[in-house]
């Protein structure tokens, strides 16, 4: 902690001391997290408030919001608050078994409004990795892809992944889905094959943002081309939203927003 | 599904063993919620029918005259009976309750509770039998709010619910007046026992005339929201604790291997449909305690990539006996271990150990019901949180030789309930029409080679077991 001696509140915690040019909530919301973290869950909001002198009130609507992010947890009985697990997930890449399991009622609704398997994807290396896989509901025999590895050049689900990779850009070539580069799927946030992959197999597939808004996953339908895609190889608008609504609803759960 | 909406209630624990629930706050959570519901849907203009879910074997008695519990409920994990179960078990006439009800005593189900609650507050028998007061798990407790309270509430109970409260004879559907005689109960305060899909009342505190069309306890509506309607039939949720049941068909069954015989469901003017059930206490509560008691993942799923930097459980066994195990063992004096270690025994070992210890006991549970029924498995459909585990899923299947399958629509208690209401009023014309609503999500197909190995080490899972049984004998 780099704090000066002079910068500490009352009971020796730091306080909050502006900066001109920087965001005062932001600095609070540091300061309370460093006092949640040097008290070892042990405060309440009386406590934290008076340890960064800040009204008890604007204290609270600050843990509130570092609760609802999962910075702090809060526990029922005391009401005092510690360090959550936000904190330590920062800089690590979400889990993809997290990953399935909160995408899972997204993925099921989206197979059972659409008639067509659902894949959840992520990138792994040079390949895109099926991590989740719902299947087309006829109760037809099938079986679960997870852990298959898919080509990103030649599938929906691998294109979406690339055009936002950190490494893909400015655009590399090769990856668009015939009509449209990197930089298109991006921008449109959707991608397509249509057989390039399987012969007369497609898939439409959208981004699934997590927090902080990075691209982490990629999902998707997938059936038999002329399903998916009317004549002229555009996707079928209605199964389109459907896509691109389950992804972003996939988004908001992992509090990744809408886009 | 077109809209949802929920809100938690309080976990009252005020003493070690006691769990309570404010009766109150439930009914008006209840009220608020489905109001929601209504208003999400556009008014109750296309809402035809309400159906409920409950959890089983939490016993309110309440004051007719104000609608006030007397006290708060008691919740099916309360533990608070145990002295009062081994004192009854052990009179000589205690053989008749097994007889009759289908299920020995335990302090697991509502019969009990209500006794003690009848003994604790004072008053409360002389007015009981005055019918002052009335007696009801959830369901009843709702419906008779739902249906005006203190002001003309009708006072019925599901017949899967009755049939969880050791005071119903299982054969006739009725309450037993020596099994009354024996847990000391006055019929004045006990509901009128009803099938389980039917028209119950009419829910007037939400919505002129919308009926209540159906109520089940919540593991006999995930049964019938899974579709599980021909004997042999059966599903398994994997929550905190897990539930298996089994139908099979319309004779009750005879139980030895410690499953127990439970009502599947009934249809109003139809027969009661039986069911197998084994429950399991600690499944998903396990690998809770692996992220909060030890701290080894941040999150539930992530059990899964820690079990996966392993090939195998390296020898090593977790029995959760936390309180004890439910079935088939029945020993509440079985007490958790960790069998198998040695220094080669690494986090993610324990962690693939822990998803096992729910494998098995789901093995021990099947094998049981296998044993009483005679009635093959075909597969086993499964529902709640832990089936997003796909290691543990194929371990299922690869345990048990069967296939796990998992449903489009996860939420199958409320799917359940929905059903039963929606088949009363004519929704759906029969259940084959709700069978075909069912479909397949994923498919966990054992294999022979995996099946066969570990059929193999299954013995040292049940070498475990009777450890754990050793360790807590007094």
């Known amino acids: ?114 008639g067509h398997a659902v894949r959840l994807a992520v990138l792994d290396g040079a390949e895109a990795v099926v991590v989740h896989h719902v299947f087309r509901p006829d109760d037809s025999a099938q079986v679960l892809e997870m852990g298959a590895t898919l080509p990103v050049a030649t599938t929906a ?103 | ?140 407790w709702l419906i008779w709010n739902l249906t005006g309270g203190p002001d003309g509430g009708v006072h019925v109970t599901d017949v899967t619910n009755a049939s969880r409260t050791l005071l119903m004879d299982v054969r006739t559907c009725r309450w037993d007046p020596d099994l009354l005689d024996f847990f000391g109960i006055p019929a004045a305060m006990l509901p009128e026992i009803r099938p389980s899909v039917g028209v119950l009342g009419v829910a007037t505190a939400l919505s002129p005339g919308l009926p209540i069309a159906g109520a089940l306890g919540d593991q006999q509506a995930a049964l019938f929201g899974q579709a599980c309607f021909a004997p042999g039939e059966a599903k398994c949720t994997y929550g905190t604790g897990s539930f298996l049941l089994q139908n099979t068909g319309t004779e009750l069954v005879h139980t030895r291997s410690g499953s127990i015989s439970t009502v599947a469901y009934q249809l109003a003017g139809e027969p009661v449909h039986y069911a197998l059930e084994g429950s399991i206490a600690v499944a998903g509560a396990l690998v809770q305690w692996l992220r909060d008691g030890l701290g080894l993942i941040a999150t539930a799923p992530e059990v899964e990539t820690l079990a996966r930097t392993v090939t195998d459980n390296g020898g090593c066994y977790v029995v959760p006996a936390f309180s004890g195990l439910l079935a088939p063992h029945w020993r509440g004096e079985a007490r958790g271990l960790v069998a198998g270690l040695t220094s080669y025994v690494t986090k993610g070992h324990l962690a693939r150990a822990v998803l096992e210890a729910t494998g098995w006991q789901t093995r021990d549970v099947v094998q049981a019901m296998a044993a009483d029924s005679g009635l093959s498995l075909p597969a086993l459909r499964v529902d709640g949180g832990m089936t997003t585990n796909n290691l543990l899923m194929q371990f299922v299947a690869d345990a048990l030789d069967t296939p796990v399958v998992r449903p489009m629509v996860g939420e199958t208690v409320s799917l359940g309930a929905a059903y039963a209401a929606g088949l009363a009023v004519g929704v759906w014309s029969d259940i084959e029409a709700l069978r075909r609503n069912w479909h397949r999500a994923a498919q966990w197909t054992p294999t022979a080679a995996r099946a066969q190995a570990l059929s193999a080490e299954y013995p040292k899972w049940e070498r475990a077991v009777q450890l754990s049984i050793a360790w807590g004998a007094p």
Not at chain 1, 177 to 203: F, I, M, N, Q
């Open chain 1, 1 to 114: 902690m780099s704090h000066s001696r002079e910068a500490r509140g009352p009971r020796g915690w730091p306080s909050v001391r502006l900066v001109p040019g920087t965001v005062q909530s932001v600095e609070r919301a540091a300061a309370i997290l460093q006092v949640v973290a040097a008290s070892g869950g042990t405060l309440g909001v009386t406590d934290i408030a008076e340890a960064v002198g800040l009204a008890k009130t604007t204290t609270h609507s600050l843990l509130r919001t570092l609760l609802h992010v999962g910075f702090v947890d809060q526990d029922r009985e005391t009401g005092h608050y510690a360090v959550g697990a936000g904190v330590l997930r920062l800089g690590s890449h979400l889990d993809v078994n997290e990953l399935r399991a909160r995408s899972s009622n997204w993925a099921d609704a989206l197979a059972a409004r659409s």
């Open chain 1, 157 to 259: 689900l691998g294109r979406v992944l690339v055009a936002h990779s950190l490494g893909s850009r400015p655009d590399r070539t090769g990856t668009g889905d015939g009509t449209a580069g990197p930089a298109e799927v991006r921008a449109r946030g959707w991608a397509t094959d249509r057989g390039e992959h399987r012969p007369g197999r497609g898939c439409i597939a959208a981004p699934v943002r997590g927090s902080g808004g990075l691209v982490v996953a990629a999902l998707g339908i997938n059936g038999p081309v002329t399903a998916l895609f009317d004549g002229r190889g555009t996707p079928r608008a209605r199964l389109l939203g459907m896509v691109t609504d389950a992804a972003a609803a996939v988004s908001r759960e992992l509090g990744g927003g809408g886009a």
């Open chain 2, 1 to 140: 599904m077109v809209a949802v909406r929920q809100r938690e209630h309080r976990q009252h624990f005020p003493r070690p063993g006691w769990v309570e629930h404010d009766p109150m706050e439930i009914w008006a959570n209840t009220r608020r919620t489905a109001a929601q519901v209504l208003a999400d849907v556009g008014g109750s203009g296309d809402v035809v029918a309400l159906g409920i879910a409950n959890q089983r074997e939490t016993t309110v008695v309440w004051d007719r005259d104000t609608g006030r519990p007397v006290t708060r409920a008691l919740v099916w994990q309360d533990t608070r009976t145990a002295d009062l179960v081994s004192e009854l078990a052990a009179r000589p006439d205690a053989p008749l309750v097994a007889e009759r009800s289908g299920m020995a005593i335990a302090g697991y189900f509502s019969g009990p509770r209500l006794r003690w609650i009848l003994d604790a507050v004072p008053r409360a028998r002389e007015r009981a039998e005055r019918g002052e007061l009335l007696f009801g798990t959830m369901e009843t």
